[in-house]
């Protein structure tokens, strides 16, 4: 079976950083509380940037680092639930500001938290059936464009931000695992309609769904290619909350160093959290040629996925 293989990765975030103590002036909450509940420190919020800048900025860095022609591209996918408008799609405004060709699929999927990883998948179907070698995956998201800032469960959670991947097919060990499950009442956007849409999210639920959904998507990839947990030299987990991390890290007895986690710079930034800690790992140097990486999102829908592939 034909692997993927990342190519280059690039990430963008807005210049505004926000800090819980900026937070604590807007509800009832404190520094404490957010670092000790969620792991987060921080947080850049967009002033001025919208998602599609971040998208671009995030997809032109991946181009120029993996050296990528645009007419090598034979798909354009944007997985987000913070597009700038319904139409046209984030990556329809990606195919006119980066010069895309006209003949290949650019659309955005709506998959939350969870939308990078559908989104590997999806474009490897079509660099399966393409003549040409790589496809465009972002994941990029404005979240503070519907976050209640009245409400203090969910406010200081999230961050905006993008993270973008160069891919192709490999000779590589590759596994994907996706799933879903309607419910309305976990999270819940808003809209699209005249108000204004807010997230609505019951935290306690989502945190019960996530610390069996990781696992989970973890326990199906390595049934899958055979590898065991020592195998995997990095676990790349959907940044939501550093007590879900920890919570799985230390159920599946893997050392916590393994599981990367930045949730404490960013926040959440929903299905732009996976490619965002890729970049940073890439550029820091964590991630060499050869080594398997898993990547596994769990978010609203409810959804949830793992890619596990070689860097
Ligand atoms: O990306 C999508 C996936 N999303 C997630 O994975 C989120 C998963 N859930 C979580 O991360 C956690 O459930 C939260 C961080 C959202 C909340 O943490 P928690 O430990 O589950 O807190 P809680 O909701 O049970 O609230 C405990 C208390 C409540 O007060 P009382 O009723 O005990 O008096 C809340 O009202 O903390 C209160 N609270 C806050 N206090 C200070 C809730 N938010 C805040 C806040 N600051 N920001």
Known sequence: MKGLKIVATGRALPAKVVTNDDMSKLVETSDEWITTRTGIRTRHFCAGETQADLAEQAARRALERGKVDVGDLCACIVATVTPDCSAPTSA?????????????????????????????????????????????????????????????????????????????????????????????????????????????MDGQKVFRFAVEAVPHCIRVLLEETGLTLADIDW??????????????????????????????????TSAASIPI??????????????QKVLCVGFGAGLTWGGALLEW
């Open 92 to 200: 329809c405004l990606l195919q006119q500001r980066l010069d895309l060709p006209e003949d290949i699929p650019c659309f955005d999927m709506n998959v939350g938290c969870t939308g990078f990883i559908y989104a590997l998948q999806v474009a490897r179907g079509f660099l399966l059936q393409s003549g040409r070698p790589y496809a465009l995956v972002i994941g990029a998201e404005a979240l503070s464009h519907i976050t209640d800032f009245t409400d203090r469960g969910t406010c200081v959670l999230f961050g905006d931000g993008a993270g973008a991947a160069v891919v192709t097919l490999a000779d590589s060990p590759y596994a994907c695992t996706l799933g879903a499950r309607g419910d309305t009442e976990a999270i819940f956007i808003e809209g699209p309609g005249p108000e204004r849409p807010y997230i609505h």
């Open 235 to 268: 676990f790349v987990p959907h940044q939501a909350n550093k007590r879900i991390i920890d919570h799985v890290a230390k159920k599946l007895k893997v050392p916590n160093e393994k599981f990367y986690q930045n949730m404490m710079r960013y926040g959440n």
């Open 277 to 290: 800690a890729l970049d940073e790992m890439a550029e820091q140097g964590l991630l060499k040629r050869g």
